[in-house]
């Protein structure tokens, strides 16, 4: 019995063997041409994500060009950029706050709004797809702006002539622009108090718009968050960790006052290094290095 038993289960085996040959030696060919047209296919056209696959590049991407207008003036820009990104790149100036070149948008400000198809959207987070078409300098928006403006110099205490960052304040150099004498809405005077406690910053409440680059854009090498918002809507203030703030080199403390908008962040035992007349927006009004 046990030998009967053997003998069926090798000619089981070598039947198995058998069969499995016979299905590889069939499935190259039929596994071949379909592996070539679906190569085929991707090859000759491959959309995704915003990309085109060209022929004749083994895997080369090629981000596809979008076509838009601003104010009636065609533009060029690539899959992804925003519209605040974009209208840069064509030497249109949309003027921003919270925005800051290299820092995710957060769309905080909402200075940057423009109209698109009818519509209110941020421009700096509002992506730019082909065959749009935006409006930047039209009276609604740019009395909206000014608004914008008046209510964010109302709610603080903004003391320009005696300010450090005077002259290259955005805030301020916004407030020529939209020519601000006398704001709509009347002044709060807030109490606020300035922080002069930490190593190598002070932090002036008085001045603070909450745009957060400063939490956004002061990170330590492994990440960490040198600043943080405080408490909630008229109460917000920004605060700095104690370890991480003293830890902080002279050129982070200096790239956080830079990064500031405002007088909010100013870097301790410096003050009018360069004089007034000769800074930032004493020279050119915001937005004359980006319009053409």
């Not at 820009?77 to 249109?92: L, M, P």
Request: charged share 30%.
């Amino acid at each position: 019995m046990s030998k009967i038993r053997k003998k069926i289960k090798t000619t089981s085996k070598g039947r198995g063997k058998a069969l499995k040959k016979k299905k590889a030696a069939a499935r190259p060919k039929a596994a071949f041409k379909s592996r070539a047209k679906a190569k085929g296919r991707v090859m000759k056209k491959s959309k995704s994500a915003g990309k085109v696959r060209v022929k004749g590049k083994a895997g080369a991407a090629v981000k596809k060009k979008i076509t838009f207008e601003i104010d009636g003036k065609k533009c060029t820009g690539k899959a992804g950029q925003t519209i605040v990104e974009a209208a840069r790149d064509n030497g249109i100036y949309i003027p921003v706050l919270c925005w800051y070149e290299g820092l995710i948008p957060a769309g905080i400000c909402r200075m940057c709004t423009v109209k698109v198809a009818g519509r209110n959207m941020a421009a700096c987070t509002t992506p730019v797809t082909d065959g749009m078409i935006v409006e930047n300098v039209i009276p609604e928006l740019e009395n909206m702006r000014k608004a914008l403006v008046e209510m964010l110099f109302v709610e603080g205490n903004h003391m320009c002539p005696t300010c450090e960052k005077s002259g290259n304040c955005e805030l301020q150099a916004l407030g020529y622009r939209y020519q601000m004498l006398v704001p709509r809405f009347p002044y709060q005077f807030p109490l606020r108090e300035m922080d002069a406690t930490y190593s190598k910053i002070m932090i002036d409440g008085n001045r603070c718009v909450q745009c957060r680059r400063c939490v956004r854009g002061i990170t330590t090498k492994d990440g960490r968050h040198i600043f943080a918002m405080t408490n909630r809507t008229g109460k917000s203030t920004i605060i700095a960790d104690p370890e991480l703030e003293a830890k902080m080199t002279d050129e982070m403390a200096q790239k956080a006052m830079d990064q500031c908008p405002v007088g909010a962040i100013l870097k301790k035992e410096i003050g009018f290094a360069v004089p007034i007349g000769k800074r930032k927006f004493d020279k050119a009004p915001i937005g004359s290095d980006i319009h053409k």
